[in-house]
């Protein structure tokens, strides 16, 4: 991307701003691993660009020392397409949460996603909002007791990975706050694909809505209750790594290994299908029925909208010539007056 | 092609006409290719089309009528006419919706063809206008349209239904006859349009020719009627709607400032011309988002704006409410970015088609908190271009929000615009920070209180904003309460000090005297015509038109304070009135309207004669 070695280090991206998440949130991991993971991308610190709407996450980028933008509730998809659009040159990082980005902001997450404007959105999921002093969000589970649903929510939750995929997302990955070396490698992935790259990331609000994600994160137990996706492997998982996933027709089964059950049987993980099915089928496997998947679920090559955009901005000059305005001031009839 | 020698001609200076008929009838073309066909020709023109919001009412309803009103003119004029001299009326639905507005003694030109008793009937006709009386005091010219135009284009190769969808091109022919104008503009405008297909090109030029032929040889008319070009200022002219005008001016801004236009957008009337039109101006490295809402629009041109980009977004009234979060984070951020707001009718969805001024107080205060912008308003379809780059210069010299508050009327109104010569257009100065050394994001320009624009991708700027208030000078995120304080009075001194930068409001008429009518945007050709013959009747009567309504021009204080009375009108319940008596204390005389039309010049005229009763004493 650049001509010049680089030779930045993690603490280029801090910035003197002191972080002020509750102590033990997750998203210090996360703001941890994006800066670790920024010298390796090999881009000038001021190419990059940090865009937020609101939210705790999205405090996230007053700490990243590129340039960054805090915006509004919803927006940053919208803010982060247009200046992706009118800056192919630079790369754009969206910072949303449930809320920000499925809520109030998820028709401009529909639709970034469709468009496949080459930006990384980090969705920061706690099912909860947090900010706003623990209401229940479109991923919370139904049921759920909060302060603005005293008797449970009686909403269904949405899928972060099932939205992305029913979008059209070229790159869809999921990984864990706590599980940082998986969580870099996801962020490097995400960072390195070409159009729109949707990381859904499992993040412990331990204030209001503590070990949201433990029954099946906790690290005693995380081995047995997720399935890393790894291209061109099969479905294997367990401590012993002795257990998998199967498909029996578009139903995925757990199975143990052994007793004639082999690694043949089971369902290879390819993130490279054109059509989405599979990757469908991954997003549905939930505890406690299924292991949990984590990692990548989806990257497929399509052309970007900013490269388009500009294509056609491109081809139009080619084929009439750069716009002249006076031809444009003297456009259909004229006519003198002496 | 026509036999002079036979006809009567009478010299007229100003006609005004309106082709009326059903949204399918091809009112709208007709309309435009007479009024450009009488603006190459040399006369002034002013336009009013009116349509229904509908695509299609069903044919031959009272709301499907579709109308087109074109006044041409052997001098300055400043507006489409009060009332039409002759109505072309295609349908009986048409009749009955526009009868009321032609004056007794009109002339009213009716496709007769058209009075069947079902037409009648969808236009709630109990009896036929044509023969029972219903007409009297008009001159009623019967002709068969659609009967001649089909007996035209009989052997033309065209279906029966083709053939009918050409017969606009007859009635016009027909006026292009009765009032001695060239066919050539028309004809070659048929050639470009239909070079695809030659067998309609040819069909609506045989069936164009014909209704002129028409008009030649029938006794019809006995006279023929010759309006002489106007006398306007040298130099090449061409016709403009102010949403073209609109369009090119934000391009010309875009070469003036040496930076590539971004217009993020939603399709809303009557803003969408401007989108169109911008998305086919690629080549002059325009990009165009066409945005999943009004918000992602605007949020998208923020984006843009942060990236150095010429951030541009247009809306009307309804689509400016859900903008306004946005706005206020673009105030918050102080990015340049200029909003067009097309006005038409509200509150809510409205009346989609219909013009109103009754936006300037959301623009003025529609956000959270103390959110000001400076606000800008053309006068006529061509100034639409001058404020659009207007708009720009402000918005990057003060590093702020600025509205571009035209309406309905204005975006599709045209006027005969005197074509600019680039040169002759003054840069427009844009200084991005590049130096580390110096660099606060909210460090201010001593002059104008602007911060300064640090693009990314510039070296060792990086640096972070958003909605949440800033400390002053860093840009950190501050809960400080004098900081807070401080900053409220920054944005909204940095609105006020635009002021400086803008000229002095004119007064045309006397510096001094009973009555002076302050108005703004559109209304500007109604007021001015009212002036003008009040003016002419002696009446101490002067005017001042605002062209930007924040920060108001220096001397508006000044000038109202020199006249006994101040009389604003506008299309709403009193906005501009209501800032004004706020701001300088004065008792200034609303008089509004709030039809979806624009003014008629008479209704200006009686108020004004209300108000100024005795005429000056000579003496």
């Not at chain 1, 433990?214 to 995380?222: L, N, Q």
């Not at chain 2, 009528?65 to 489409?80: A, E, G, L, R």
């Not at chain 2, 706005?327 to 970015?337: D, K, Q, R, S, T």
């Not at chain 2, 004065?586 to 039809?595: E, K, M, Q």
Request: hydrophobic share 40%; charged share 20%; glycine share 8%.
């Amino acid at each position: 991307m650049t001509s010049e070695p680089i030779a930045l280090s993690r603490k280029d991206f801090v910035t003197d701003q002191e972080v002020r998440w509750c102590p033990g949130c997750g998203d210090y991991s996360i703001l941890a691993q994006t800066q670790k993971l920024m010298p390796e991308l090999g881009i000038p610190r001021e190419k990059i660009v940090f865009i937020s709407g609101i939210g705790c996450n999205s405090r996230l980028p007053y700490y990243m020392n590129t340039y960054g933008f805090h915006s509004i509730h919803g927006r940053a998809p919208a803010i982060a397409t247009g200046l992706k659009a009118s800056r192919p040159d630079l790369q754009v990082w969206v910072i949303t949460g449930d809320g920000d980005g499925l809520s109030i902001g998820g028709n401009h997450m529909l639709h970034i996603i469709r468009r496949n404007v080459d930006v990384v959105i980090v969705l920061f999921n706690n099912r909860i909002y947090g900010l706003t002093k623990g209401q229940y969000s479109p991923t919370s589970e139904q049921g759920k007791v909060t302060k603005s649903s005293p008797l449970g929510t009686i909403d269904y939750p949405v899928s972060p990975i099932m939205f992305a995929l029913g979008a059209g997302a070229t790159f869809v990955a999921r990984s864990l706050d706590i599980d940082t070396h998986h969580l870099v490698a996801t962020l490097e992935r995400a960072a390195q694909h070409k159009g729109t790259s949707f990381v859904e990331v499992f993040q412990n609000c331990n204030v209001f809505n503590d070990g949201a994600f433990m029954e099946f994160a906790d690290k005693a137990v995380r081995p047995d209750r997720t399935v890393i996706l790894e291209d061109g492997k099969p479905l294997v998982f367990g401590k012993e790594r002795d257990k998998g996933v199967k498909l029996n027709g578009t139903r995925p089964e757990v199975v143990d290994l052994g007793n004639g059950v082999s690694e043949a049987d089971l369902l290879v993980h390819n993130e490279k299908l054109a059509e989405p099915t599979t990757a469908f089928i991954l997003a549905q496997m939930e505890h406690p029925e299924f292991p949990v998947p984590l990692g990548v679920m989806r990257a497929i090559e399509r052309p970007t909208y900013d490269v388009l955009m500009e294509q056609q901005i491109q081809d139009a000059i080619a084929g009439r010539g750069e716009g002249d305005v006076e031809a444009l001031f003297s456009e259909g009839d004229t006519w003198t007056v002496e | 092609m026509a036999n002079r020698e036979n006809g009567n001609v009478e010299e007229l200076d100003r006609v005004t006409i309106r082709f009326a008929g059903d949204s399918g009838d091809g009112m709208q073309l007709a309309g435009l290719q007479f009024t450009n066909t009488s603006a190459v020709f040399g006369n002034d023109v002013s336009t009013l089309p009116d349509f229904p919001a509908e695509i299609r009412a069903p044919a031959g309803s009272l709301p499907g009528v579709s109308s087109f009103q074109v006044s041409f003119s052997s001098y300055d004029i400043y507006t489409p006419g009060d009332r039409p001299d002759v109505l072309i009326a295609m349908n009986p639905a048409a009749l009955k919706t526009n009868l009321p507005d032609l004056p007794k003694g009109g002339t009213l030109i009716v496709n007769s063809d058209e009075f069947s008793e079902a037409n009648l009937k969808k236009a709630t006709y109990e009896t036929n206008p044509l023969t029972d009386g219903g007409l009297a005091g008009y001159r009623v010219i019967e002709v068969q349209i659609s009967t001649m135009n089909e007996r035209a284009l009989r052997d033309s190769g065209l279906s029966v239904q083709q053939i009918d969808r050409c017969k606009n091109f007859f009635a016009l022919g027909i006026m292009f006859w009765l009032y001695e104008r060239p066919l050539e503009p028309t004809l070659r405008w048929i050639d470009d349009k239909f070079s695809k297909n030659p067998v309609v090109a040819k069909a609506n030029a045989t069936t164009l020719k014909a209704g002129y032929n028409f008009g030649d040889t029938a006794e019809l008319f006995p006279v023929h009627y010759r309006v002489p070009r106007a006398h306007l200022s040298p130099g090449r002219y061409r016709n403009i709607t102010g949403n073209e005008a609109t369009a090119i001016g934000f391009v010309t801004a875009s070469k003036l400032a040496g930076l590539p236009l971004f217009y993020g957008s939603y399709p809303i009337t009557p803003a969408s011309d401007i989108l169109q039109e911008l998305s086919r101006l690629k080549h002059h490295g325009v990009k165009t988002f066409q945005a999943e809402d009004e918000i992602a629009a605007v949020g998208a041109a923020i984006g843009a704006s942060f990236g150095g980009s010429l951030a541009l977004t247009g809306t009307s009234g309804p689509g400016l409410a859900l903008k306004s979060e946005a706005i206020g984070l673009a105030v918050m951020v102080e990015l340049p970015l200029v909003i067009a707001n097309i006005q038409r009718s509200g509150p809510s969805t409205g009346m989609p088609t219909k013009t109103e001024q009754a936006d300037l107080l959301q623009v003025m205060f529609g956000r959270s908190g103390e959110s000001p912008v400076a606000v800008v308003a053309p006068a006529t379809p061509g100034e639409c271009f001058y404020m659009a780059i207007e708009a720009f210069r402000i918005a990057l010299r003060h590093m702020l929000p600025v509205v571009f508050l035209s309406d309905g009327y204005l975006g599709s109104g045209s006027e005969p615009w005197r074509i600019p010569s680039l040169a002759d257009l003054p840069r427009i100065e844009v200084q991005f920070a590049t130096d580390p050394k110096t660099f606060q994001p909210y460090a201010r320009d001593e002059q104008t209180l602007a911060r300064p624009w640090a693009v990314p991708g510039t070296p060792d700027l990086e640096h972070r904003i958003g909605g949440l208030e800033k400390s002053d000078i860093t840009g950190n995120v501050s809960y400080d309460a004098a900081n807070h304080e401080k900053m409220v009075h920054y944005r909204a001194e940095k609105v006020a000090r635009i002021a400086r930068d803008i000229p002095h409001l004119e007064v045309i008429g006397d510096d001094e005297g009973e009555l002076l009518v302050l108005s703004w945007g559109s209304t500007y050709g109604a007021v001015i015509t009212a002036v003008q013959r009040a003016r002419a009747a002696g009446k101490s009567v002067s005017m001042a038109h605002l062209r930007y309504l924040n920060p108001f021009p220096e001397n508006l204080g000044d000038v109202l304070s020199r006249y006994k009375k101040v009389l604003i009108p506008e299309l709403n319940l009193g906005q501009l009135a209501m800032l004004i008596r706020a701001r300088y204390l004065v008792d200034a005389i609303s008089y509004n309207r709030i039809t979806g039309r624009p003014f008629h010049v008479a209704e200006i005229e009686e108020k004004i004669n209300e108000l100024v009763r005795q005429k000056v004493g000579v003496g």
